[in-house]
């Protein structure tokens, strides 16, 4: 399965992020499990969008939830979780890229400070980020049935055939078009209804 594909994997579970908090802030520890099982692959994926090798973003990922156990009593909307994780990583990597300036020597030897990224990318990586999210956000909206479809048609490399998809879902292979098309129209929907699609 690729990066894209295992990023945008439908979660699991009905319960808001509201909830979620709610019950982390009560000491629940399933909750806790459940809130990093539901952004674990947000977080993780800015420092390999910004170049980093997966230790250095299983680093970041490491410090982001620890920041974010020690600032969740002070998330005043639990709904602004998404942005506010955002914001955290790309801190993070911020501060790891200036902790760890690379230096490479040039032709004669000397030393020469590795070329910055493009100033643009943290700007171009977050709307990337937050679409991803609000993708996710939306395919977990579906209902099983679809969120099942969704994953098997466009999530998995390569796709399954239609015939594959109506056996696991227990339908008849003519009606995975029909089917499809009203799980994009609800998916459509459900990033509209969030302002990912217009």
């Keep these: 399965m690729s990066m894209l594909a295992s990023a945008l994997e ?19 520890e399933q909750a806790w499990c ?13 420092p ?3 170049g980093l090798n997966r230790d250095e973003a299983a680093d970041i990922f490491q410090a982001v939830c620890l920041d974010l156990v020690a600032e969740l009593p002070r998330l005043r909307d639990p709904q602004a979780l998404p942005a506010w994780l955002i914001q955290a ?13 690379r230096y490479v020597p040039d032709e004669a030897g000397h030393a020469e400070r590795e070329a910055a990224p ?3 990318m943290p700007d171009a990586v977050l709307r990337e980020v937050q679409q991803t999210q609000a993708l996710r956000d939306a395919v977990a909206a579906l209902s099983d049935r679809c ?5 098997m048609l466009f999530f998995e490399t390569p796709a399954r055939p239609y015939k594959d998809v109506a056996s696991e879902l227990g339908v008849a292979t003519g009606s995975i078009g029909f089917l499809r098309g009203h ?7 459900a ?5 990912q699609c217009r």
Excluded at 183 to 189: F, V
């Design 10 to 28: 439908p979660q699991q579970g009905s319960r808001t992020d509201r909830d979620l908090v709610a019950s982390c802030l009560s000491g629940d």
């Design 34 to 46: 459940d809130l990093i099982d539901r952004y674990n692959r947000l977080i993780f994926s800015i």
């Design 48 to 50: 390999l969008k910004q």
């Design 89 to 101: 990583t790309l801190h993070k990597v911020s501060k790891w890229r200036r902790r760890n300036d």
């Design 118 to 120: 493009d100033a643009d």
């Design 147 to 151: 969120q099942r479809m969704v994953q």
């Design 183 to 189: 799980c994009l129209d609800r998916l459509r929907s």
């Design 191 to 195: 990033l509209e209804e969030i302002g």
